[in-house]
């Protein structure tokens, strides 16, 4: 122990800390017998709360109930338990400074070198989709002052908020004490911990409670309420209200790994997962080489074109933008294979090299032909066993398995230069081409309104500007990401080739001249969909009434940036 002069007195610096007394209270109570049995078996006193005191005597080792130490019974169903100066002048005493240490034996308190804490389950309850009331009890309020307390004087006591640091807290006990190394390490981890846990609190008090500021109900609104509520304020205050967004946008995200490297190989980057995400964050990685940043972006645009559709469907992407999409074929003998087949016939120079998303399980049928095709990352809810042993015989494929209840976040973020934009998700929630209004040609058959639904679905997962011609269920051309969108047309048509004859044509925005629908009038195209709201919209149905031509306007577009 070194010493040095401060202000008034001298701190005495302290590295290793012997562990002579733990506050043990813990939520989740894995690893605690064999956390008690090690502090038992090194000679520490053990000091608990409720349940756990009770999980450590069931497993056979001596525990002091705090109650005992506070002269306090655990009070208001368990409200108050460690908020007590005995508990805390323990914890806080920083035993480098004389007057600390002095104070102590003064008070009669004992100082804690270890305490070990997690919170009460605050977001499992919230997705159990618990109550308000019982939501609200599992707001922990001594739980984080315990762990705030201990980290704060972490030059003398150890905080532990996860049960996987146990065994780096067995091994110090038993070699003697903790270092001020690992006191750092797990000091930055307990108030990650506790920061997050306030952030998942917010979070759900600004999505759940209703106006705060009305003095006749403490009530907390359903999901369903407040959308109504919301819907109510923005119908007053017209178009340009925007909806209510939090004042203060909760973002919680953990480092779940550190990759290759980012978009490029000079760029550093790591992965990072929200909690409750159901996504392509969370998706279980069955086999191959690690993602790289670039793999992941990919994957999470093809997964959001495969499950725009309820038919089994697949989406090939490359560089975020689609080579194909396609729903399998009317009674096809295996779906999700005729998916795949359909999409990949769209461009099959561009898909060497893709990403691959199936909204169905991946048959066998779909492992053979994917396995003959350069594939970087094949993603789905599910493999047949027969289907995975195929493609795992494939060094260089990854297999990314979806979570059960696979769902985008209710919120899209997106990073800018001292900032962050948010947006609700583009979504066909309520889609029906019913509401479309036809301003060209004859009403579509029935199938051709299908080819038109598809198309309009699967122009979505396009860089704009976007154009996408299909048939029969499956993309035939893409022109995507062009500055025009005469380009994108022309783009379009010549990767579609002869199939743009007789195929249907959907534009994610109007076309502000009739140029641009030209070139698909002229490739043959059978009908088309689009937003309309040109000023000069007269002029394309023009074209399209004198091409003979059924046009549908949408009223709404689908930009993607």
């Excluded at 001594?142 to 704060?152: C, D, E």
């Excluded at 080819?451 to 122009?459: G, N, Q, R, S, V």
Aim: glycine letters at 8%; proline letters at 4%.
């Amino acid at each position: 122990m070194s010493s040095h002069q401060g202000p008034d007195q001298v701190v005495r610096e302290r590295d290793v800390v012997p562990v002579r007394r733990a506050l043990l209270s813990v939520s989740d109570k894995t690893g605690l017998p064999e956390l008690a049995q090690a502090l038992s078996a090194a000679g520490v006193e053990i000091v608990s709360t409720g349940s756990t005191a009770a999980r450590i005597r069931d497993a056979g080792f001596a525990v002091t109930d705090v109650s005992s130490i506070t002269g306090f019974p655990e009070s208001l169903d368990g409200r108050v338990k460690t908020l007590h100066p005995a508990v805390h002048a323990g914890i806080l005493a920083d035993l480098r400074l004389e007057s600390h240490e002095k104070q102590l034996a003064d008070l009669g308190i004992a100082p804690f070198e270890l305490v070990v804490v997690n919170l009460y389950p605050f977001v499992e309850t919230v997705d159990s989709g618990a109550a308000a009331a019982e939501v609200i009890e599992q707001i922990d309020i001594g739980g984080p002052t315990l762990v705030r307390a201990s980290a704060k004087n972490h030059a003398n006591v150890a905080i532990v908020v996860d049960p996987g640091n146990y065994g780096e807290i067995i091994d110090a006990v038993a070699a003697g004490g903790t270092t001020l190394r690992l006191r750092q390490k797990l000091a930055s981890l307990a108030f990650e911990h506790t920061a997050g846990y306030d952030l998942s609190v917010s979070a759900w008090f600004a999505q759940n409670i209703a106006d705060p500021w009305q003095d006749d109900t403490a009530a907390l609104a359903t999901d369903d309420e407040i959308l109504d509520q919301f819907d109510a304020v923005v119908g007053s205050l017209g178009d340009d209200a925007g909806l209510p967004f939090p004042e203060t946008l909760v973002v919680e995200a953990s480092r779940a790994a550190v990759l290759r490297y980012g978009e490029n190989s000079h760029q550093a980057a790591a992965l990072y997962v929200g909690d409750g995400g159901q996504g392509i964050a969370q998706a279980t990685q069955l086999h191959g080489k690690e993602m790289s940043y670039n793999n992941y972006v990919d994957a999470d645009a093809a997964v959001r074109a495969a499950f725009d559709f309820t038919e089994p469907a697949v989406a090939i992407i490359k560089h975020a933008n689609p080579c194909g999409i396609a729903v399998a074929e009317a009674g096809a003998g295996d779906a999700i294979a005729s998916a795949h087949a359909r999409a990949h016939a769209c461009d099959p120079v561009s898909a060497y090299g893709g990403v691959i998303a199936a909204n169905r399980t991946v048959s066998v049928a779909m492992a053979q032909t994917v396995s003959g095709i350069f594939t970087e990352v094949l993603v789905a809810p599910g493999f047949e066993p027969e289907a995975l042993e195929l493609l795992t015989a494939k060094k260089n494929i990854r297999l990314l398995e979806l979570p059960a209840e696979y769902r985008r976040s209710d919120l899209e973020l997106r990073q800018i230069s001292g900032g962050l934009l948010v947006q609700e998700p583009d979504t066909f929630a309520g889609f029906s081409s019913q509401e479309w209004r036809l301003v060209s040609g004859d009403e579509a058959d029935a199938a051709t309104r299908a080819d038109l639904e598809f198309a309009w679905k699967a122009c979505r997962a396009v860089k704009s500007n976007a154009i996408l011609l299909a048939d029969a269920g499956a993309s035939v051309g893409v022109g995507m990401g062009q500055v025009n969108r005469v380009d994108s047309c022309h783009l379009a048509v010549n990767r579609a080739g002869e199939r743009a004859s007789g195929a249907v044509a959907a534009s994610d925005a109007f076309f502000p001249f009739a140029d641009g629908l030209q070139v698909l009038l002229d490739a043959g195209v059978r009908a088309v969909v689009q937003p309309g709201g040109s000023v000069r919209d007269e002029e394309v149905v023009a074209a399209a009434t004198a091409a003979g031509v059924t046009m549908y306007f949408t009223g709404e577009r689908h930009f993607y940036h």
